[in-house]
């Protein structure tokens, strides 16, 4: 089991930045791969970013390229999302995940989940 903990969400004006972190915690050393995925209401979930645990490969959604970065500190556990030049079309709850298969870009492919955090943008 691998328990997962988001914080860092909040509501923010266009072009605000914030950093969204997931507390990994369990048996995280099964974990390969860590993702972030959003949803709006209404909307299926979708890819935002991922990161493997140990070589730090990144992938991004075309959305958030150049806006977006992920990154992991293993002696955390902790994996984080930085988001600058927040857009309206950012708003969603954004949910941190667990994959440990190589996969990285379907909710299928995961394996846990977080409870997700609200991210909020204005215009």
């Known amino acids: 089991q691998v328990q997962l903990v988001e914080s860092g969400g909040g509501l923010v004006q266009a072009g605000d930045s914030l950093r969204l972190s997931c507390a990994a915690s369990g048996r995280t050393i099964a974990a390969y791969v860590m993702g972030w995925f959003r949803q709006a209401p209404g909307k299926d979930r979708e890819f935002v970013a991922a990161?493997?645990?140990?070589?730090?490969?990144?992938y991004y959604a075309d959305s958030v390229k150049g806006r977006f970065t992920i990154s992991r500190d293993n002696a955390k556990n902790t994996v984080y999302l930085q988001m600058n030049s927040l857009k309206p079309e950012d708003t969603a709850v954004y949910y941190c995940a667990s994959s440990t298969t190589t996969g990285w870009a379907a909710p299928r492919e995961y394996d846990y989940w977080g409870q997700g955090t609200q991210v909020a943008v204005s215009s």
């Open positions: 990161i493997t645990w140990l070589g730090g490969r990144m």
